[in-house]
């Protein structure tokens, strides 16, 4: 399986200006550029994308996961935090956080937390990425 995302650009680096186009038309010449990757500006930036990439991603990894272990969520919620720090003369993605809040009436914990874990090093752009990732997560069993 493969997908498509295509990037234009026009101008320097800050004066300039960009669009992201996914396959899917979901991004359609979406706006992108310096002021919203390290100022305030708008549309987005390549780590907000992999922020949302990274979430989701690893929010369909669980609930397979989970599935396996015999739990249905009601309800699954992934925050990813993506750190750009400059090193070494250049930017690098240093570190991504998933912060999960999940609801799983009747859970169990360990199963859970297995799940989690699994769910982490497993979904593929987890595997892509060479950041520190950590995770923190919450379990409402109610």
């Known amino acids: 399986m493969k997908r498509k995302a295509t990037a234009a650009w026009s101008g320097n680096l800050k004066d300039g200006k960009g669009t992201i186009s996914t396959q ?9 550029g310096f002021k919203a990757r390290f100022e305030e500006g708008p549309g987005t930036n390549p780590e907000e994308l992999i922020a949302a990439a990274h979430a989701g991603c690893f929010t369909m990894a669980l609930s397979m996961q989970l599935e396996q272990a ?28 998933l912060e999960l809040a999940a609801d799983i009436p009747n859970a169990d914990e360990n199963a859970f937390n297995n799940a989690v874990q699994n769910a982490k090093t497993g979904c593929p752009v987890s595997k892509l990425l060479n950041a520190e990732i950590t995770l923190s997560a919450k379990l409402n069993r109610a």
């Open 70 to 97: 015999g739990m249905v969520a009601n309800s699954l919620r992934t925050d990813a935090t993506v750190t750009l720090e400059q090193k070494d003369g250049g930017f690098t993605i240093t570190t991504v956080h």
């Open 24 to 32: 899917s038309g979901v991004l359609s010449n979406t706006q992108y």
